[in-house]
């Protein structure tokens, strides 16, 4: 039995798709009726329909009728919705599978056979490697990331197979592991769309590529690394489709927005943000030319790479490979008269001196630095070979920041029995922490925090029974204030520092992200993991999102075509 479901209209972006469902149908099928299974009751299947009038689409949804045995429920859906439905639809193990048993076909091919072949295809070897199984499998991959909200893909060949790992919030997770054999197939399909040398293997190389997913650009940035068994590939992936998030939305409150926004109306100085590589700093910048971005002003930037386009502003990428360096496009840039200039990362001495050089002479310029603490950038800088004096009369403020994972909102919980050393670190931290920042969990002092609470995710299909979420960011953020400018000139050490902004209101990264978990934003566990050098993070770093797809054993390499779009 067909029928039209009488309820509410469905929103079709909070729908989790029932993969068990899916699977019912091929995706060809899925794809070419139009129509999805979503959910399953007692008595009946929902299905999505894009055109229920349609003759085949009827035929089609009759016979799935007589298959499963259930009632249908018809569901309304658009074109557009019908996409983002069958975005969220991730290929099997057993689809994986039939495309590497096409890939042993496909390897005992003779070089005489796929000439041939070629000569008939009109194309070349390429246009035959075009739609090869193993583009498929990179295809797989790379889709699997998306669906997973993943921001890196990690490709590594290991003694006997090849393991593919995604980074989703931060934290790294085992995905696929395929055959040894295959490895350098993908790797070939990787460089040919990243437009790197296919028989260059032992030394690194750097690229990019760009796909179209539901009608969305994609950048993914590539790297390749000789290993012991083989290369490594790691692919960044830079989705821009979530736009610019304000400052709020990263995790800047209170004093620290303020200062902000105050440091970055000044008409010249040096913004540094400092931290790890996928601390999210060049976000924290993106944020703040967002708010610059405005008439009467001209901002200029240095990236690599262009992440976000930012409407009005003037970016440019750096490309060393012909001597397009960080410090030759910033004595470049200083001629473009800006007002604002935004260098993607100070690597060496000679990009150190000229934003300096930029920021004495009546520039605004935002940079990031590799160091552990804000105040670390300092001594970071001087032993680059700048002079303290300089330092002391460009810098502006210091930002030093981390990412940890955010509790994911549906399925949050209060910590019924938090561990007493758990309650005396936050104790501690309280107890040192300046009255800016008590204000923002509502107190005045530390013993007017009477009741310590802290909160967990139980786990819920909304974030895959992970507890967790998203990201927020944990900052310091250090205002060079006169003070502070004349202890940096006399090169005082960073604890002395550290305890002149300490009055200015300054709050180390653990005390805001104590804050955070008083405040219900994130765990314990996660300010301790990414704040404590000593913290242990062996076991969430090798934690798995379920059980890993094993694939048989496949042979032969083969690569891709030359194109630097894919369309999944």
């Not at 062996?538 to 094993?550: R, S």
Request: proline share 3%; with cysteine.
């Amino acid at each position: 039995m067909i029928r039209d479901s009488e309820k509410d209209v469905v929103n079709w972006k909070e729908v989790k798709l029932d993969k068990s469902l899916a699977k019912l149908l091929p995706v060809d099928s899925i794809k070419k009726y139009k129509f999805i299974p979503f959910e399953e009751t007692a008595d009946s299947i929902k299905v999505a329909v894009v055109d229920r009038t349609d003759v085949n689409t009827q035929n089609a949804l009759r016979f799935f009728v007589q298959k499963n045995k259930k009632r249908i429920d018809i569901f309304p859906i658009s074109e557009s919705e019908f996409n983002l439905l069958l975005g969220k639809l991730k290929h099997s193990s057993a689809e994986i599978n039939k495309f590497l048993s096409a890939f042993e076909e496909s390897s005992q091919i003779d070089e005489n056979e796929k000439a041939e072949l070629a000569k008939k295809k009109g194309g070349g070897v390429g246009g035959i490697l075009k739609d090869a199984p193993v583009a498929k499998m990179v295809e797989v991959i790379i889709k699997n990331a998306i669906d997973g909200r993943a921001s890196d893909i990690h490709i590594e060949p290991m003694d006997d197979y090849v393991r593919v790992r995604y980074r989703v919030d931060g934290i790294l997770y085992n995905s696929i592991s395929l055959p040894q054999k295959i490895g350098p197939a993908i790797v070939s399909r990787i460089k040919i769309l990243s437009n790197l040398k296919i028989d260059e293997k032992r030394k690194p190389q750097d690229g990019r590529f760009r796909i179209k997913d539901l009608g969305q650009t994609i950048d993914f940035r590539v790297s390749t690394f000789p290993v012991s068994y083989g290369e490594k590939v790691v692919m960044r992936i830079l989705d821009t489709r979530s736009g610019i998030i304000g400052l709020d939305k990263l995790g800047v409150e209170g004093r620290d927005d303020k200062l902000i926004r105050k440091i970055i109306e000044e008409p010249h100085g040096i913004i540094l943000v400092t931290g790890p590589t996928g601390s999210g700093k060049s976000t924290t910048l993106y944020s703040i030319l967002n708010i610059l971005n405005r008439e009467g002003i001209n901002i200029v930037t240095l990236e690599d790479p262009v992440e976000y386009v930012l409407e009005g502003v003037n970016q440019s990428q750096v490309k060393p490979q012909i001597e397009y360096t960080f410090s030759s496009g910033l004595r470049s840039i200083l001629r473009q008269d800006p007002d604002v200039i935004m260098v993607g990362e100070i690597r060496d001495e000679e990009t150190a001196e000229l934003a300096i050089h930029a920021a004495l002479t009546g520039h605004l310029v935002l940079s990031t630095l590799h160091t552990n603490s804000a105040i670390g950038a300092i001594a970071r800088l001087v032993d680059m070979g700048i002079q303290p004096f300089l330092l002391a009369s460009s810098l502006n403020l210091l930002i030093g920041q981390r990412l940890v994972r955010r509790i994911c909102p549906k399925c949050k919980k209060e910590v019924e029995n938090l561990s007493v050393g758990a309650k005396k670190m936050i104790e501690r931290e309280l107890q040192d922490m300046p009255k800016q920042g008590l204000e923002r969990v509502g107190a005045k002092t530390a013993k007017d925090v009477k009741e310590i609470k802290a909160f967990e995710g139980e786990g819920c299909s909304e974030c895959q029974n992970k507890g967790v979420k998203g990201r927020v960011g944990i900052y310091e953020m250090v205002e060079v204030t006169e003070e502070v400018s004349s202890l940096i000139g006399s090169g005082s050490p960073e604890t002395i520092i550290e305890k002149a902004a300490k009055k200015d209101g300054y709050t180390t990264m653990k005390q805001d992200g104590i804050i955070k978990v008083l405040e219900g934003y994130t765990t314990i566990e996660e300010v301790q993991r990414v704040t404590d050098e000593d913290a242990n993070s062996e076991e969430l770093e090798n934690q798995t999102t379920g059980e890993e797809t094993v694939i048989e054993d496949a042979d032969k390499e083969i690569s891709g075509d030359d194109k630097k779009e894919v369309n999944l």
